[in-house]
């Protein structure tokens, strides 16, 4: 199983150009999250979803956009970007339910740099 | 959602047992604790979660108190690979909304 698949790994932009991270997940899993992390910091939620046509606001939403239309995808848009939103991105996914070991599975990131 | 406080850094050195504790007072009945190891460069990887007293997998042992106010993840006879970010996570995973990470607590393992 490939998990959690993020594309692309690196990317520069420039102020005010948009883009799409693209994030997928072969485990039919219903929860997935959209995380930023800057350098020497802790992770902040910027969007979630927990089903397809499902999304919700994180913690840092505001310059970010999010869709799931289908099970497996949840991308991400970036409309206009600033380089405050230079950082690294990981996408996750989550079974859900109760019982113990419900675990999230990271993707390897995609380090975005805005110039 | 419950706040956890842990430890900003810590340093050991190989072959000893690194204990990272973790407080969350204002832990609700229907939450678990969670911990996830963060290599640089790498996103988090789950490690161990527990509801109450004791859970051990091959890689690190939970301790919680009958209160459950407080954690401990117990990492024996560690190695420079275990130098990592470790996160403390708080949260009801029957619902499994919102996954929030705190700033963690970053591990160096010296020879």
């Known amino acids: 199983n490939a998990g959690v698949t993020q594309t692309p790994k690196f990317r520069i932009l420039k102020i005010g150009q948009s883009m799409t991270l693209q994030c997928a997940q072969d485990?039919?899993?219903?929860?997935m999250y959209w995380y930023r992390q800057d350098p020497g910091m802790g992770l902040k939620l910027i969007y979630y979803?927990?089903?397809?046509?499902?999304?919700d606001k994180g913690e840092v939403p505001n310059g970010y956009n999010v869709s799931r239309s289908t099970t497996e995808d949840f991308p991400l848009r970036l409309e206009l970007a600033a380089p405050s939103q230079t950082s690294v991105y990981f996408c996750?996914?989550?079974?859900?339910?109760?019982?113990?070991?419900?675990?999230?599975?990271f993707g390897q990131g995609t380090r975005l740099t805005v110039v | 959602l419950a706040k956890t406080t842990q430890p900003i850094s810590m340093d050991s050195y190989e072959g000893q047992e690194v204990n990272i504790t973790c407080s969350h007072n204002?832990?609700?009945?229907?939450?678990?604790i969670t911990w996830y190891q963060q290599f640089p460069s790498q996103g988090p990887r789950f490690i161990i979660q527990g509801y109450k007293t004791k859970v051990t997998n091959e890689v690190a042992s939970l301790f919680i108190p009958a209160d459950r106010k407080s954690s401990t993840l117990s990492l024996p006879r560690v190695s420079l690979s275990d130098t990592a970010v470790y996160y403390c996570l708080v949260g009801d995973i029957s619902s499994a909304s919102k996954i929030i990470f705190g700033s963690g607590t970053r591990l160096s393992i010296r020879p």
């Open positions: 204002n832990i609700a009945t229907n939450d678990y």
């Open positions: 979803s927990v089903g397809a046509g499902i999304t």
């Open positions: 485990m039919n899993h219903n929860y």
């Open positions: 996750a996914s989550m079974g859900g339910g109760s019982g113990l070991n419900t675990e999230a599975f």
